[in-house]
């Protein structure tokens, strides 16, 4: 056996073998490929006839997308959409999965409530959102205890078998502010009995960190009133949230538009959740696409690195010199 080293890794071939029958012993077209050997480019034409010898070095190269994928986990799932959309508010179902289609969103929120049994064979959900293409996140919307919190998702779970849900317990009905000693409490219990809790909180680090310090598998402060459309409020705390936690960060709730989803990337964020920032725009999908594009962007700028903020006016041309 002839040994070589192959993209940088030590490899034994046959004797005899040329870089074309390499190539197929790897599973590779040679029509596909590019290949360097000792530092020289090897004509494709020629693949079948050039003979692999003792200490070659060989390096062989295929087109692949550009970039490097930004994806990312939580509780030990992959995806590549940054944007998770909710199911409500849309006049219909079909209305919901064109913007579903157009975000791109991998994930979306489904509340738990009762089967109309007055009506048992009208649509449902699940006739126009596959949930095998994609990822349901029961919520626990409208519930205002730990108690009922845990009872939905234990429901969710029978229905579906979903561990990775999304809790929420509110305080009242009119602010919709989440009540944290119940949201923790419902945490604690849901972890016990299994469930892979992301959790709506008020943006507060110090709640966040017990959060994540109970179980949570994601933290998701709101950047406003749920529903209300007004934005990022407190940019510095959800800066905060970001910064001290090991568990991904999701603004949810209070975006109005595109800047305000990549407002909360920018701050690092790992994602935003949203349904009434597209079910009540004028044009949904359209506004799921901004929302999509809006996201990917303000990754890109946290990525990226924003400029330095100055006090005063600093010139991009030089001064010196001028006519």
């Known amino acids: 056996m002839l040994s070589i080293t192959l993209n940088g890794e030590p490899r034994t071939v046959a004797p005899e073998s040329t870089i074309a029958d390499l190539a197929r012993e790897l599973g590779l077209d ?44 939580v509780a030990g799932k992959t995806f590549n959409s940054r944007l998770i959309v909710g199911t409500g508010k849309y006049k219909d179902f079909a209305q919901n999965a064109a913007a579903l289609e157009a975000s791109g969103a991998e994930i979306i929120t489904v509340a738990v409530r009762r089967v109309n049994i007055s009506d048992p064979k009208a649509p449902m959900l699940t006739d126009f959102i596959d949930p095998r293409k994609y990822t349901y996140l029961p919520n626990t919307a409208g519930c205002f205890t ?109 975006v109005g538009t595109a800047s305000d989803a990549a407002v909360a990337m920018e701050l690092g964020c790992d994602g935003v959740l949203m349904n009434t920032a597209i079910a ?8 799921a696409k901004a929302m999509k594009l809006a996201v990917e962007s303000g990754r890109l700028a946290y990525l990226a690195g924003r400029m330095g903020r100055r006090m005063y006016a600093d010139p991009s041309s030089p001064l010196a010199g001028l006519i």
């Not at 809790?167 to 219990?189: I, Q, S, W």
């Not at 009540?280 to 506004?287: F, H, I, L, Q, R």
């Open 280 to 287: 009540e725009a004028k044009d949904p999908v359209t506004m």
């Open 30 to 73: 040679p029509a596909k490929i590019a290949v360097e050997r000792n530092l020289e480019i090897v004509p494709r034409s020629t693949l079948a006839e050039v003979q692999l010898e003792q200490g070659d070095q060989v390096e062989i190269v295929h087109f692949v997308g550009g970039g490097q994928a930004d994806s990312w986990t």
């Open 146 to 254: 730990a108690d009922d919190a845990i009872r939905t998702l234990r429901l969710a779970r029978e229905a579906g078998g979903w561990d990775l849900v999304k809790l929420e317990v509110l305080g009242e009905a009119r602010t919709l502010y989440p009540d944290m000693r119940e949201t923790l409490k419902a945490t604690e219990v849901l972890v016990s009995e299994g469930f892979k809790p992301m959790v709506y909180c008020v943006d507060d680090p110090i709640a966040a960190k017990q959060l994540e310090e109970a179980g949570a598998v994601a933290i998701m402060p709101l950047g406003a009133p749920i529903g209300s459309g007004l934005g990022i409020q407190n940019r510095v705390t959800i800066r905060l949230i970001v910064e001290g936690a090991k568990v991904p960060v999701l603004v949810d709730a209070g």
